[in-house]
């Protein structure tokens, strides 16, 4: 039995085949409708979510499974105190397959070492959200026809976004992928990113605190939010805070087949005037994340298509 904690697990070659049945079911989703029926879904989200927790029921569902869970920890025996090994436990019980989302860093690994059946992490902290992950290849992969040859802009919050420490581990292992990291000094990528998948993998990346500079080069801007909390001093954040909201402005000089990306939820960091540009593909993503989904309970749970 195998559950998903780290998007690292996965080999290149398991990548390749979740979006190549991600892409089947794209296109005949009448043959994958009843693949699950019987299997039930445990959905036990202990943080808030649209997206992830949705999506993951939407792909159970329309394999032809069931869902049951919760969607806020006060709902759950959490709140009287119950340990998440206990939870998991007693989950497996009553279901097949269970996605999981903590705000504790290493909680579904947790969850993974006490259930009987398959764990997904949904996000846990500020750790890692393998299934975004692999909305997004996913998302690269039909948007740009290619997962190599690809200068990839990371903006933001580049230090404690999660989804930008996947994506750059999975995207590492495809031929000449160039990052260029966009953020404010207080907001770098961390050093273990920087050494410890970057310099030791011998990945080229360059780091800029300008994204006007840096624009012309990209084949994928991946956006993320500019957290105000995570700054020691509030008159920097005012500072940096509008360099980074993404407007038609700041786009010019971008190419043409540019894939704007973003996780989701957006506050302000993407102006709604681009939302109409053909180069966004931040909706597409969250759809694309379904079909992911659906192909990795398909494989965790050893259902054949
Ligand atoms: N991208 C993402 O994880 O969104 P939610 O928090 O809405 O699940």
Redesign the pocket.
């Known amino acids: 039995m195998r559950s998903l904690i780290s998007i690292e697990e996965l080999s290149r070659d398991e990548i390749d085949s979740l979006i190549a049945t991600a892409n089947d079911i794209i296109e005949n989703p009448k043959k994958y409708g009843e693949l699950c029926r019987g299997k039930k879904l445990a959905t036990l989200f202990y943080e808030?979510?649209?997206?992830?927790?949705l999506s993951f029921e939407a792909a159970m569902y329309e394999l032809g499974g069931n869902v049951l869970g919760f969607s806020e920890a006060q709902s759950s025996s959490a709140a009287k105190g119950e340990s998440v090994a206990d939870t998991a436990r007693t989950v497996s019980c009553y279901a097949d397959i269970i996605a999981m989302r903590h705000p504790k860093e290493g909680a579904p690994y947790v969850a993974s070492q006490h259930a009987s059946v398959p764990v997904i992490n949904a996000?846990d902290g500020g750790h890692n959200?393998p299934t975004?992950t692999l909305a997004d290849l996913c998302t690269i992969s039909r948007e740009m026809g290619r997962m190599s040859d690809l200068t990839i802009g990371c903006c933001g919050d580049l230090k404690f976004g999660r989804?930008v420490h996947s994506l750059i581990a999975a995207m590492s292992r495809y031929e000449n992928v160039k990052f260029v990291l966009i953020s404010p000094e207080e907001l770098r990528v961390p050093s273990y990113v920087r050494h410890g998948i970057l310099e030791s993998g011998g990945i080229p990346y360059v780091e800029t605190r300008d994204i006007r500079e840096v624009m012309g080069e990209l084949d994928i801007l991946y956006m993320t939010r500019v957290q105000r909390e995570r700054f020691f001093s509030e008159e920097e954040y005012l500072r940096l805070k509008d360099s980074y909201i993404l407007t038609k402005d700041k786009l010019s000089g971008a190419k043409d087949s540019l894939c704007i990306m973003h996780?989701?939820?957006r506050v302000n960091e993407i102006s709604v005037e681009i939302d109409d540009d053909p180069r966004a593909c931040y909706f597409k993503q969250v759809l694309y994340g379904k079909y992911m989904r659906m192909a990795l309970i398909l494989m965790l749970l050893g259902v054949d298509a």
Do not use: C, E, F
């Not at 808030?48 to 927790?53: D, E, I, K, V």
């Open positions: 808030p979510s649209t997206r992830t927790r996000g959200h975004q989804t996780p989701l939820p």
